[in-house]
């Protein structure tokens, strides 16, 4: 695997930071964000079962650039 830095939260004290990373060779983003609390994965299965292999994250609206940035990275890399 590859995993490229895309960018942390930019409005962080480097603490506790909600970030984003490009793994190449899966093809896939890797997030890291807040917990849902109880309600908000509440509403979200609403919409169906949440697996015990995923997790629902939040990220701050102030990282559009760091998704877009992410988005980006994975357009121009290869397809698999």
């Keep these: 695997m590859t ?3 895309i960018a942390k939260d930019p409005e962080t004290n480097g603490d506790h930071c909600p970030s984003v990373w490009y ?3 899966a093809q896939e983003f890797v997030i890291q964000g807040w917990k849902a609390g ?3 994965e509440a509403k979200c299965l609403e919409t169906g079962p949440i697996p015990g292999s995923e ?3 939040r990220l701050p609206v102030r990282m559009t650039e760091v998704l877009k940035e992410a988005l980006g990275v994975a357009a121009a890399a290869p397809v698999r």
């Design 3 to 5: 995993l490229h830095f």
């Design 23 to 25: 793994d190449d060779v």
């Design 38 to 40: 109880p309600e908000l």
């Design 55 to 57: 997790a629902v994250v």
